[in-house]
């Protein structure tokens, strides 16, 4: 194995797949200080004042003067960021070339044309008091109905804490973010369990979620029943019944709409996760397909060669909006737009955020971005590139986002391991052997193997794809065999 990879030939630091001694030298002679897994080493001197270069771009200033062959991390390197995001389009036109023979998967046709990967029953409430009563319908009928091998893949409730003393945008976004789990095609069916009192009225979300097909989705407030279980599972009955009729089919992959996120990233995760998600980006883009990107924060300092990739002028001028709203949002509570790594990140080998934010991105390929949309607003299908949608980093919220946006699955790439799952299969994608091999209750594919001698990348992206693949036609990602499934809402101001 190399002692340092280069990603880009600008560079002025590469990655130690493995930790070096201090003292090491390599073929060209260059003297090592202790560099652990994952960190970055100086390969040649950068003196104080100037740009650390990583994938080509700036990740931050040299605080100090660094020597070559030095450790470099937050020790001597600070964030470059400015406050706020000025660019002039500068359109990249690199393209990906169409393929017009997609695979198959085996999935569902929905009575509005839209593919789905999963044939299931979600109870979305509205409001938090009824927590327990949605999760114990969702128990009692999962008993009941849910036979192996039978037509229904699941039946979930999604509990959440809010829907009520919630004002403003809080009370929108939770609103939207619901609709948006409502209107997904893998829910074949749909109960919707309200309260009866709360801010996130029936009617305010039934609005919200738009024209809803009234053999697909049933609801009812709980304090205008009886027994708000009996009356749960008799609307479950009903939705089986309707449910049942669907089967799985041969579906183009153009038709597949895909999340693209990372978490508890680390020093290899711009290397081998990221950019492997990005070749699937980029496959899925040239089939048509749709591949989404959100985690707003980690854009900032990767704005240029992530928007310049914009379709238009317009798709650009949104790009630059979010950027800028969000940057605006972390002033308002007072933060600093740089907030960010992580300590796991920061343990991992990730310095500042414009390094975290040019690994993140990795993850769109080179697909142009067709789309931009805002928080708990859906994707289209048969894209032929990327969907942004703005939501914030966290694992929770940016996921559950994901989904709501139409994802049928999440490809959640991860160099230090989560047990996260949201209401579509949320594949975890390892970084580096060592988790992979630590976890492998979470992890279901290791791109780590691709730092070994002799690995093809277009052999791990055949594999990864297959992989996709199967799971869009029914074999269950890691985090549905622990039943690792949950939703996670963006708040931001007041509750009463």
């Not at 390892?430 to 001698?453: C, M, T, V």
Request: one cysteine or more; hydrophobic letters at 40%.
């Amino acid at each position: 194995m190399k002692l340092l990879v280069q990603i880009h030939p600008d560079d002025n630091v590469a990655v130690a797949p493995q930790a070096i001694a201090a003292g090491t030298r390599d073929e060209s002679g260059l003297l090592f200080a202790a560099i652990p897994a994952g960190h970055k080493a100086a390969l040649r001197p950068i003196a104080a004042g100037d740009p650390v270069i990583k994938y080509g771009f700036p990740i931050g200033i040299a605080s100090i003067a660094i020597a070559a062959g030095d450790h470099v991390h937050v020790h001597n390197v600070r964030t470059g960021l400015a406050e706020n995001t000025r660019l002039k389009y500068d359109p990249d036109r690199t393209s990906i070339a169409p393929e017009p023979d997609p695979p198959v998967f085996m999935g569902y046709r929905r009575p509005d044309g839209r593919a789905a990967t999963r044939n299931e029953i979600w109870i979305i409430n509205t409001v938090a008091c009824v927590n327990v009563p949605s999760q114990r319908i969702a128990d009692l009928a999962a008993r009941e109905f849910l036979v192996p091998g039978g037509p229904i893949d699941g039946i979930h409730a999604f509990t959440h804490p809010y829907g009520c003393s919630q004002l403003g945008d809080d009370l929108g976004y939770t609103r939207k973010i619901l609709a948006g789990l409502v209107r997904h095609p893998n829910a074949a069916a749909v109960l919707i369990l309200g309260l009866g009192c709360e801010n996130n009225t029936l009617k305010s979300f039934l609005a919200e979620a738009g024209t809803l097909d009234p053999q697909r989705v049933r609801f009812f407030n709980a304090q205008e029943v009886q027994d708000e279980i009996e009356h749960g599972l008799e609307a479950i009955r009903e939705l089986v019944a309707y449910a049942s009729g669907f089967k799985r089919e041969p579906i183009p992959a153009s038709e597949l709409v895909l999340g693209m996120k990372c978490g508890g990233s680390d020093g290899f995760s711009g290397i081998t996760a990221n950019p492997l998600v990005g070749r699937i980006a980029d496959r899925l883009c040239a089939w048509g397909g749709t591949a989404i990107l959100t985690e707003v924060p980690e854009m900032f300092g990767a704005e240029a060669p992530l928007f310049n990739r914009c379709d238009n002028e317009q798709t650009f001028d949104e790009a630059i909006g979010m950027v800028n709203r969000f940057k605006d949002y972390f002033r308002r509570h007072g933060e600093a737009v740089h907030e960010n790594p992580s300590p796991g990140n920061k343990e991992g080998g990730i310095t500042t955020l414009e390094e975290k934010s040019l690994g993140c991105i990795q993850k769109g390929g080179r697909a142009p971005v067709k789309q931009v949309v805002g928080y708990g607003d859906s994707a289209r299908q048969s894209l032929g590139g990327l969907c942004l949608v703005e939501a914030p980093g966290n694992d929770g919220v940016s996921s559950t986002a994901l989904a709501a946006a139409g994802a049928h699955e999440i490809l959640f790439t991860t160099g230090r391991g989560t047990p996260l799952g949201v209401p579509v299969p949320t594949l975890k994608i390892a970084s580096n052997h060592e988790l992979a091999a630590r976890k492998p209750n979470w992890i279901d594919f290791d791109a780590g193997q691709l730092l070994d001698p002799g690995v093809s990348a277009g052999q791990v992206t055949d594999d990864l794809m297959t992989l996709i693949l199967d799971v869009a036609s029914g074999r269950q990602a890691r985090n549905e065999r622990n039943g690792f499934r949950e939703i996670t809402l963006w708040k931001q101001g007041v509750t009463l």
